[in-house]
């Protein structure tokens, strides 16, 4: 990718990441934008959050971006200034979730691998 397209990426994540943790910090307490993507034509990009708690949490979220995210596009119009605002698709980051079963795998082979007798 581009520096410029790098630079834009990382703006829009951190003015998105503010606007949640300003405008709506109640119902933005648990989400964490980990990621953006802008397309090179800057007409489009997802935006990858996580959570912090359960499925309820997840499906918190998603309602929290289906009915808002039309305002927080218009406040990051206001906040930055790109030849095309990108439409904002809110995508839910499940590498975290993803990482933490994978460490969950292999402590459960290390935990086998000890119990396992010697075979020298």
């Known amino acids: 990718m581009s520096n410029r397209?790098?630079?834009?990426?990382?703006?829009?994540?951190r003015e998105v990441s503010d606007i949640l943790h300003t405008r709506y910090q109640g119902d933005a307490v648990n989400i964490t934008i980990t990621d953006v993507v802008v397309?090179?034509?800057?007409?489009?990009?997802?935006?990858?959050?996580?959570?912090?708690?359960?499925?309820?949490?997840?499906y918190l979220a998603e309602k929290f971006f289906a009915a808002k995210h039309r305002d927080i596009?218009?406040?990051?119009?206001q906040r930055i200034v790109l030849k095309y605002l990108p439409r904002l698709r809110f995508v839910e980051d499940d590498s975290i979730a993803r990482g933490t079963e994978v460490l969950k795998i292999i402590d459960e082979i290390d935990r086998e691998e000890g119990e396992l007798p010697d075979q020298h």
């Open 5 to 13: 397209g790098t630079r834009v990426n990382e703006l829009v994540k």
């Open 39 to 58: 397309t090179s034509d800057l007409r489009s990009a997802r935006v990858y959050y996580s959570i912090l708690g359960d499925e309820g949490s997840s």
């Open 73 to 77: 596009r218009q406040e990051l119009s």
